[in-house]
Structure formats: C-alpha cells, structure tokens
C-alpha cells in the first residue's frame, strides 16, 4: 500500500509540476548554456551528444488541444473553402524541448463534408510508439467528426518538423503546422524566426483536383504560398521579414506542398544550412537550397549587405522539371533591412532547373553513424499503370497499396493476424537490429520524395539510371526521413529494424500518396501487440464504424 502511495504521489507531483498548455510552450525553458554564441550547447548535453542513446530526462509534458474545421480562407486573395485545426494554415505550431513528452487531443469538426481525420507527426521517430504515429489504415482507424483522439510521444530528436493530416488529401486542404523542437545548434544564430512553411496553392481544393490528378495527371496549380501568404493578381499580401544589419536568423524551412519541387533562396545572401530534416549536420554555405516535399532545411541568413539595397526577394521557385505552376515567379516574400518594406530589385541567383536533394557530399550529420552490412535486402520497380477504372495507379514492384481506413494494420496485428492481403504492400522485418536495405528504382521521368515513417534512413546510392553499382561510404552518410528517387532515377536507402511497429514508406506527393505509391514495413512482428493501446485503437474504430453506417462515407483512394 504505501509502495502505490509513493507512486500515485509520484506520478500526480510529476504530472501537475510539469504540464505546460501550449500557449506557453513556446517559451521553452531556457537551456543552461544556450546563447546566441554558443548554439551547441545544451543543459548538460551538445551538439555531438549522441541523441539515438542519450536524451534529457526533463520530465516535462507539453499538452495542446487541436480542433480542425471547415473554414474559408483566401490566402492570396482568392476566397475558397479549407480545413484548418483552430482556424489558421498552417496551424499552431508545436513547441517542445529535447526530451519533453508531447500530448495532442485532436477533435473533428468536420462534419459537413464526412471527413475522418488522423494527424500524423512527420520524421518524429515515434520510438517504440508506433501506435501514435497517426496514419489512417495502418495504426488507426479514422477519427469521427464528433470525436476526439490522444496522440502522445516523447521528442527524442530536435529541430525542424511538421505535423499534418494522414487520410486523403484532407492535408493539402490546410490541416498541416510546424513542429519545433529546441535543442542545440551546429552553427550560432541570433534570432530564430520559427518554421517558414513552403506550400502550393489552388483556387480549387486539392480533393477537387483529384479526379482530373487521377485520370489525366497532375493538374496545374495556380500559385504557392510563403508561410501560408502570398498575392494573386491584385489581391493578397506577402510574406515580410524584418530584419536589423549584421543579425542572423534561423529559419525552419518546410516542403509541405502537394506536388512542387522548390528552390529557395534570397536575393544577395547566403544561406548557411545547419540541418536536414531531424538531422543536425556540419554547416554549409549555399545560394540557395533544393527542398522536396516533405523534407525540411534549417538555414541561417545573415543581414550582411549593404545598406542601399534595402528590400530583397525571398524566393521559392517551382522547379518545371516536376511542378505545374501558373506562377513560377512569383512565389515570393520580401526581406526588408528598414522598417518600410518596398518593393525588391533584386535578381535572383543562377540556378539550373531541377528535381533534385542537395549533394550528398554537403549533408554531413554532426552525430556519425555507421551502416553496416545488409541483413535484408530488396529491389521495388517503381511503375504507373491505370486500373480497371481507369485511374492512375502508382506500383511498387507489381502492388499499388489499398488498404481499409476501418482495418488498420495495428488491429490486425492485435487479432494475430499473419496474412496480410497482397495490396496491403506488407514487408515483414522480423529480426531485432539488423539492417534493411531498400533500392528504389524507375524508368519512368518523374522524381519522388520517397519518406519512411519510424526511423531515419540512411541514404548509399541516389541519382539517375544507370546505377554503377558504386555506393556512398557507409561511414557517416547523409541520413534523413525524406530522400528523392530522381526522375529516371534510383534510391538506395538502409536502416536498422530498431523500433518495432507497422511503418509506412511512401511517396510524398500528396495524388501519389493517394494513387497507392506505397508500402509498409512491419517490424519486429512479435513485439508490436504489446505496444498496443488496444482501450484507444478500440474505442476511436467504434466510432468511426458507427459514423460510417450511420452516415455512409465512401474511400476512393488508396486508403493512407
Ligand atoms: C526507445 O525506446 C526503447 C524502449 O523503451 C528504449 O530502450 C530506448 O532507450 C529509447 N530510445 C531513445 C532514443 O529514447
Ligand atoms: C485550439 O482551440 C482549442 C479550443 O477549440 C483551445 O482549447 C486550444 O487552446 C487551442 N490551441 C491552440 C494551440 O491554439
Ligand atoms: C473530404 O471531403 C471532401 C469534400 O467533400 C471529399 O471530396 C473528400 O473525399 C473527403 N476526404 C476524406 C478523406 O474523406
Ligand atoms: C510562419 O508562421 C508560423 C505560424 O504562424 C509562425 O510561428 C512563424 O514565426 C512564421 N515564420 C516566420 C519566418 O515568420
Ligand atoms: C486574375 O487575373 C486574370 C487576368 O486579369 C483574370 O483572367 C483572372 O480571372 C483573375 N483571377 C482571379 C482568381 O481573380
Ligand atoms: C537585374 O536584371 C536586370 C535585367 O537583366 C538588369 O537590368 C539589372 O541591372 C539587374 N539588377 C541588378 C541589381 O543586378
Ligand atoms: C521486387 O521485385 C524484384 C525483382 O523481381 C525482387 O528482386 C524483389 O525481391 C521484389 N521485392 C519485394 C519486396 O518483393
Ligand atoms: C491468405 O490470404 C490469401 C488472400 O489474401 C488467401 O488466398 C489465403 O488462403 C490466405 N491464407 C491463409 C492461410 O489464411
Ligand atoms: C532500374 O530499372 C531500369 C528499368 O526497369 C533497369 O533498366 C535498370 O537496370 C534498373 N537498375 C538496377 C540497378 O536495377
Ligand atoms: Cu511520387
């Protein structure tokens, strides 16, 4: 008895001394060490602590209430109906620090149009919490409108993410935010100007374009948007960033259009790179960087020119070769040194069009790590064919993923299930610590941002057939959650079978998400049915099941 006291007392002294609502979280504890000139440093910890083994214990729980929406917004001007968690896109930003527990309560509003919803955390490792990783089909049925759902995981990377929806292409209709984790820093910066997000933009809803998307290929989009802004013939306003001479800022880049490939850049200045998606890396200096969907990039711009040239464009530049675009040039924001913001002069840098990473070579992590030799390993052909419909159906090897919002992968593994239906694109990895390696290849012209859930990939070959055959050193390559098969192209990705669960691996553009370009790994089978919240995976597929014979809601897609 006294034992239990000790833990209930305990666990009530933890919870009710550390939980932080949202609106607070921003202000993050400031780490002992951690100034604008020593960014490397934190508590206890820095830059080369090896964060896959080691993470601060803060015992601090950040807790925030989403509530998504039918809403209209007009971005650039242009009035159209969006989704929107708690009114704004992108939506409120998650703040936590390396080590803290996240807790997200997220209600469905969407009622009028029989959305379910599921919001999935991109590139948060999810260690031994597949159960949260917010994927409809494959660990969670999806969330009623009416109802709510608890995502909780523990940030044991840091940097830049996003979190978005994970059902259709609910997404790309506005229901996506950033995710900051504070940490340290590979490179010093004075002031952090938070996630700057990089999206495309329609004046029809992106479930609107999908019939054309699946019977005729990618539609044209009409215009992007810098951080959720830009303008549309006369209307609309721009993205405007302040900034004092000789201060340098951190910004958090984020891809999370449906199908633009960009390159940013800001006229006259450098950018210094300091991280690829959750992966801190040795610092570079670059005009501009290539970021596919999906991937982030934190960079640091230094306010170093002279003062006549005042305002400057900030760019995103579709890049043709894989993105249909009304607007190529003027995707833009504007840089401003004074406090008037006018109108740029400036011209951009030289750049060659092109659907491409950033080279290998600069993408070295902080933290080195090691691939060893493969275990398992496999080839997946990446073909488009049209099915008995008629409609554009993405395949890797001879399988497009179709699989059933109201069966997720999870319930089946806790009913024991083994077979798992072809078009389910299973590849089971049974084995604790052994190394997975994964080439990805097409003949056909289009480059994919290909993203693997739960882990972070190792990426040993990349680049346009034919492959020599010659990999990249296994000594500290780049690794990342999101890598892109170039056109005509060939990705060789690895990693260790390190946290048990039903992961996906997929294609980020949103119709090729939607078009089956996808499978999923199931990992360390034997040890998932213990990860399992069966009462919350139970209760949430309840509801949808009742909404769904109630209501009647029809998948025409491929499921996740
Ligand atoms: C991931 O979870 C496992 C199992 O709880 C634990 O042993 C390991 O330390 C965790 N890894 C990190 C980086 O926290
Ligand atoms: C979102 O809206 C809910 C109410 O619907 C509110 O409780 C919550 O604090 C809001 N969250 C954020 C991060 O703004
Ligand atoms: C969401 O609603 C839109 C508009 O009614 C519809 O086209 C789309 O298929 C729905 N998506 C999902 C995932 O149910
Ligand atoms: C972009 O928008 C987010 C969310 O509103 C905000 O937190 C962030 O500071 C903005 N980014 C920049 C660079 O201003
Ligand atoms: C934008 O301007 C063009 C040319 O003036 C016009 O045809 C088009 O309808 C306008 N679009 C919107 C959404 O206002
Ligand atoms: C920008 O380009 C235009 C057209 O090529 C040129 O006339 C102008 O001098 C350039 N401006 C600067 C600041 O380089
Ligand atoms: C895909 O096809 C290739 C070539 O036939 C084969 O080597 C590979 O094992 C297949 N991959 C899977 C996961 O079945
Ligand atoms: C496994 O599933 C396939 C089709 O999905 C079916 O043909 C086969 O009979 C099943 N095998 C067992 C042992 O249930
Ligand atoms: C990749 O696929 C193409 C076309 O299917 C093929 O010609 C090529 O040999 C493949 N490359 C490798 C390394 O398998
Ligand atoms: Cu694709």
């Known amino acids: 008895m006294k034992f239990l006291y000790t833990i209930l007392f305990v666990f009530v002294l933890r919870t009710?001394?550390?939980?932080?609502?949202?609106?607070?979280?921003?202000?993050?504890?400031?780490?002992?060490?951690?100034?604008?000139h020593t960014r490397k440093k934190w508590c206890d910890y820095n830059i080369n602590t090896d964060y896959t083994t080691t993470v601060p214990n803060t015992g601090v729980i950040r807790e925030y209430w989403f509530s998504i929406d039918e809403v209209t917004v007009a971005p650039d001007g242009v009035?159209?109906?969006?989704?929107?968690?708690?009114?704004?896109?992108?939506?409120?930003?998650?703040?936590?620090?390396?080590?803290?527990?996240?807790?997200?309560?997220?209600?469905?509003?969407?009622?009028?149009?029989?959305?379910?919803?599921?919001?999935?955390?991109h590139g948060i490792r999810q260690n031994?919490?597949?159960?949260?990783?917010?994927?409809?089909?494959?660990?969670?049925?999806?969330?009623?409108?009416?109802?709510?759902?608890?995502?909780?995981?523990?940030?044991?990377?840091?940097g830049t993410s996003w979190w978005h929806s994970h059902i259709g292409l609910q997404a790309w209709e506005g229901v996506f935010g950033g995710i900051i984790i504070n940490g340290p820093a590979s490179s010093n910066y004075d002031v952090d100007k938070g996630v700057l997000f990089l999206n495309d933009w329609c004046h029809q809803t992106a479930d609107e374009l999908f019939t054309y998307a699946q019977t005729k290929g990618p539609p044209t989009l009409d215009t992007g948007l810098i951080n959720g802004t830009n303008v549309y013939n006369s209307t609309g306003s721009r993205f405007t960033m302040r900034a004092?001479?000789?201060?340098?800022?951190?910004?958090?880049?984020?891809?999370?259009?449906?199908?633009?490939?960009?390159?940013?850049?800001?006229d006259d200045h450098t950018l210094t790179v300091i991280a690829m998606d959750l992966v801190p890396i040795k610092p570079y200096r670059t005009k501009f960087v290539n970021i596919g969907m999906g991937q982030r990039y934190d960079v640091i711009v230094t306010a170093d020119q002279a003062s006549v040239a005042r305002d400057f464009w900030i760019r995103a530049v579709p890049q043709t070769q894989c993105s249909e675009n009304d607007n190529v040039n003027n995707i833009k924001g504007i840089l401003h040194y004074h406090t008037q913001v006018g109108i740029p002069e400036t011209?951009?840098?030289?750049?060659?069009?092109?659907?491409?990473?950033?080279?290998?070579?600069?993408?070295?992590?902080?933290?080195?790590?090691?691939?060893s030799a493969a275990n398992w390993q496999s080839m997946e052909d990446v073909i488009v064919k049209t099915n008995a419909q008629n409609l554009f159906r993405w395949y890797l090897n001879s399988t497009t993923m179709q699989v059933a919002w109201e069966d997720p992968t999870l319930l089946q593994i806790y009913n024991d299930a083994t077979n798992f239906s072809a078009s389910s694109g299973v590849i089971q990895v049974p084995n604790p610590n052994e190394w997975v390696y994964l080439f990805i290849n097409t003949s056909i012209p289009v480059a994919h941002p290909i993203h693997l859930h739960g882990h972070d990939?190792?990426?040993?070959?990349?680049?346009?057939?034919?492959?020599d055959g010659k990999t990249l050193s296994h000594a500290n390559p780049p690794r990342?959650?999101?890598?892109?098969?170039?056109?005509?192209?060939?990705?060789?990705?690895?990693f260790e079978t390190d946290n048990p669960g039903a992961w996906l691996m997929h294609c980020h553009i949103g119709w090729h998400t939607s078009e089956g370009f996808a499978l999923q790994f199931i990992e360390r089978y034997d040890e998932i049915k213990d990860l399992i919240d069966y009462p919350s995976l139970e209760q949430n597929c309840a509801a949808?099941?009742?909404?769904?014979?109630?209501v009647g809601v029809e998948q025409d897609d491929s499921g996740i």
């Not at 009710?16 to 993050?28: D, K, M, V």
């Not at 990342?480 to 690895?494: H, K, N, P, Q, V």
């Not at 949808?544 to 109630?550: E, F, I, P, Q």
């Open 457 to 467: 990939f190792f990426i040993l070959a990349q680049g346009v057939n034919p492959w």
């Open 347 to 371: 011209n951009a840098t030289h750049f060659d069009d092109g659907c491409v990473d950033e080279s290998p070579s600069d993408l070295v992590p902080v933290v080195s790590k090691s691939v």
């Open 480 to 494: 990342r959650d999101t890598a892109m098969l170039e056109s005509s192209g060939y990705l060789l990705i690895a």
């Open 16 to 36: 009710a001394a550390f939980i932080i609502p949202g609106l607070e979280a921003r202000n993050s504890k400031k780490c002992t060490g951690n100034t604008a």
């Open 128 to 158: 031994y919490t597949n159960g949260n990783d917010g994927v409809v089909s494959i660990t969670q049925c999806p969330t009623a409108p009416g109802s709510s759902v608890t995502y909780k995981w523990r940030a044991v990377q840091y």
């Open 544 to 550: 949808w099941t009742a909404y769904d014979s109630a």
């Open 244 to 266: 004092n001479k000789g201060e340098s800022y951190r910004l958090r880049l984020v891809n999370a259009a449906i199908d633009t490939h960009w390159k940013f850049m800001i």
């Open 79 to 121: 009035s159209r109906p969006a989704m929107a968690v708690n009114g704004t896109i992108p939506g409120p930003t998650i703040y936590a620090d390396w080590g803290d527990e996240v807790i997200v309560h997220v209600t469905n509003h969407l009622d009028e149009s029989k959305n379910g919803t599921s919001i999935h955390w």
